[in-house]
């Protein structure tokens, strides 16, 4: 007896198009959503902690300033002395709040504010103090500059993570060389936003470009990155409805990040 193949018949289009294969779709839609933001969570921890003992070794260095400075204003017999030294103290101490509140917004998890919109000057502001204990760390000078500032549709945590996730990458690629990073912020036309991170480190090869924002892919396996930095910041820049480019240099890289700003 010839017993024949028993080959599945093909699903009818029917199927594929019923609304329990739609609900379906849209439960794994979710799920992968769900997915993404917990990655995207933990590597918002994993980068904070490449910060977490710089910013410590900077905060007891600011704490070590103004506990002498508060000994010069006890000492002072000057009133303008004691006063001058009792405003730097209030001075650095404002400084460490913001640094401190902007590395606890970064670390902590929000849902998602839909309809929300932020200013790139605060991105700036924010990302700026998280990175400066790193680049402080490394010896690599950081300079940040908003050409023209713009409003952009989204979550500002996210925009955040983004940019530190870039800096910190150019900061750790000039480490060696002690070299230089900058972010400059512009708007190249009305409906425009522009995010541009340079460095003049080693820049990247080219068989690395081709992965490069892909999962798991990473450029300097010195730097010991869990290669989900520049996963993540796609993802980012995408959730903002906005692209990621690694522009083409002799020295160094730049990465352009463009975003709809709100008029």
């Given at each position: ?176 060389n002690g070299g230089r990073v900058v972010v400059t912020v512009s708007r190249p036309s009305p409906g425009l936003a522009r995010i541009v991170v340079t460095d003049d480190g080693p820049g990247i090869v080219d068989e690395v470009r081709r992965s490069l924002f892909r999962p798991f892919a990473t450029g300097n396996e010195k730097t010991g990155g869990t290669g989900l930095g520049l996963f993540i910041v796609r993802l980012a820049v995408r959730r903002m409805n906005g692209t990621i480019r690694l522009l ?16």
């Amino acid at each position: 007896m010839v017993v024949k193949e028993q080959r599945p018949s093909p699903l009818r289009l029917e199927e594929i198009d019923s609304p329990r294969a739609s609900e379906e779709r849209a439960a794994w839609g979710r799920e992968r959503e769900r997915l993404l933001e917990l990655l995207a969570q933990q590597q918002r921890i994993a980068q904070a902690g490449l910060v977490t003992a710089a910013l410590a070794h900077d905060t007891n260095n600011e704490l070590q300033v103004m506990s002498g400075t508060a000994a010069l204003a006890l000492s002072a017999d000057d009133p303008d002395e004691r006063e001058a030294a009792l405003r730097l103290i209030m001075d650095r101490s404002m400084v460490l709040a913001d640094t401190m509140r902007a590395f606890l917004a970064f670390v902590k998890r929000r849902d998602m504010e839909e309809g929300g919109d932020f200013l790139l000057s605060d991105v700036v502001g924010q990302t700026s103090g998280l990175a400066h204990p790193l680049a402080k760390t490394h010896g690599v000078s950081v300079t940040w500059e908003v050409v023209e500032d713009a409003r952009i549709r989204g979550e500002l945590r996210v925009a955040n993570q983004a940019v530190l996730n870039l800096v910190s990458n150019a900061i750790r690629a000039c480490s060696e060389n002690g070299g230089r990073v900058v972010v400059t912020v512009s708007r190249p036309s009305p409906g425009l936003a522009r995010i541009v991170v340079t460095d003049d480190g080693p820049g990247i090869v080219d068989e690395v470009r081709r992965s490069l924002f892909r999962p798991f892919a990473t450029g300097n396996e010195k730097t010991g990155g869990t290669g989900l930095g520049l996963f993540i910041v796609r993802l980012a820049v995408r959730r903002m409805n906005g692209t990621i480019r690694l522009l083409t240099s002799t020295k160094g890289s730049t990465f352009r990040i463009d975003l709809p700003a709100v008029e």
